[in-house]
């Protein structure tokens, strides 16, 4: 049996024979390379050691494009916050999400603390994390390196509270969508 090709046929199979080719040579970024959102699962369970506590949260993180980090936190049936940070599974702090030593105005010449707060449920806080809010093995460092130390694995947030004060929720920080 003969089986005719047309030119046209060759041209269009060469074409994507050689497009084919080209692609595959071009260096693709594996998905944790290029993973701009991340997300931490808040909760007693996570805390070392656990702690029982109705309290539960999620951290939010977004890759921007200057390099910096925005990041928000939410909790639930959490009270008396006194502080967070990103820090290393060995307890390192790598970054502050919420400064204990916060303060506001409450009039002429009168400053209140922010922290502890009361009951939260909903928006605890949010922010930009620069180059120079980096703490720990990170001082002098871009944020570059904590959103790589948190591609690989290992990098938590923790949310510390008056009662649990090395940490009442935490969770990794890992991929979202």
């Known amino acids: ?5 047309s030119k046209t046929e060759v041209k269009i199979t ?26 931490a699962n808040l ?46 599974k060995n307890g390192t702090e790598l970054a502050q999400l919420l400064d204990p030593y916060a303060t506001v105005s409450t009039g002429f010449n009168q400053v209140k603390s922010v922290y502890p ?20 093995p990170l001082t002098g460092k871009n944020v570059t390196d904590l959103t790589n130390a948190i591609k690989h694995g290992g990098v938590y947030v923790v949310v510390r509270t008056q009662p649990n004060q090395q940490g009442e929720i935490a969770g990794q920080i890992v991929p979202s969508k």
Request: charged fraction near 10%; avoid cysteine; aromatic fraction near 6%.
């Open 117 to 136: 707060t009361g009951l939260v449920n909903g928006k605890l806080g949010s922010g930009v994390i620069t180059s120079d809010k980096l703490l720990g």
């Open 1 to 5: 049996m003969d089986v005719l090709i």
């Open 43 to 88: 909760s007693g369970k996570n805390v070392t050691p656990p702690v029982n506590t109705p309290a539960s949260g999620t951290a939010k993180f977004q890759v921007n494009p200057n390099g910096t980090l925005s990041y928000q936190v939410d909790a639930m049936n959490l009270n008396k916050v006194i502080g967070s940070h990103i820090g290393s």
């Open 14 to 39: 060469t074409v994507l024979l050689f497009a084919g080719i080209v692609l595959s040579t071009i260096p693709v970024l594996t998905y944790a390379q290029q993973q701009t959102n991340f997300v």
